[in-house]
């Protein structure tokens, strides 16, 4: 994942919020109508598609990033080419039956890995960075990315979706790796 080409972008990077944290729990407000929201919007796309690619990542939503809307950005890089994907106000409208279980990394849960099931395909409805309606039926990969971005706006990480057992491991690790890190 680390060693595609990722764009380089002067945008300011942000800072991102590392697990646990009490704002990546919390269940981020839909973008309003108007000139307010839509503001912070177009300024904080560029950062966080810079923050992403920066990482590297693959996803990143904006209570990540300290921002409680419901704004989240892919880019995949299919063919290791940049192919960037903003959601604002994703609503994910239908979900297979069928599962996949994929391995899951999480820019708030650095250097964390751990297999999750989550069904198979989506379709997703969201405004696209210039306000326009938009639908995807997404599979694989962007499927499950998109899951997992959408969990953020709802204050769920990906170990969430884990057994307590194997949740508690995880952020027990992480907090000593970061513990480790700052000494
Ligand atoms: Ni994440």
Redesign the pocket.
């Known amino acids: 994942m680390a060693t595609k080409p990722y764009p380089v972008s002067d945008a300011p990077l942000l800072p991102i919020l590392i697990a646990p944290h009490a704002r990546l729990k919390a269940k981020a407000r839909a973008v309003a109508n108007g000139d307010t929201d839509a503001d912070a919007v177009r300024a904080i796309l560029p950062r966080m598609f810079a923050t992403m690619y920066a990482a590297p990542g693959i996803?990143l939503?904006a209570p990540?990033v300290d921002l409680g809307l419901r704004v989240l950005v892919i880019d995949l890089m299919p063919n290791d080419k940049p192919a960037p994907l903003a959601m604002i106000n994703p609503e994910i409208l239908a979900v297979s039956d069928e599962l996949s279980m994929r391995e899951e990394g999480?820019?708030?849960l650095p250097g964390m890995y751990a297999e999750v099931t989550r069904p198979a395909r989506v379709k997703v409805r969201y405004m696209d960075a210039t306000g326009a309606r938009k639908e995807l039926e997404a599979d694989d990969l962007l499927a499950t990315c998109i899951q997992?971005?959408v969990d953020?706006l709802d204050g769920v990480?990906?170990v969430d979706h884990l057994s307590i057992l194997k949740r508690n491991i995880i952020m027990r690790k992480l907090a000593k790796e970061q513990k480790l890190k700052r000494s």
Request: proline letters at 0%.
């Open positions: 996803g939503a990540q999480c820019l708030s997992h971005e953020h990480l990906f």
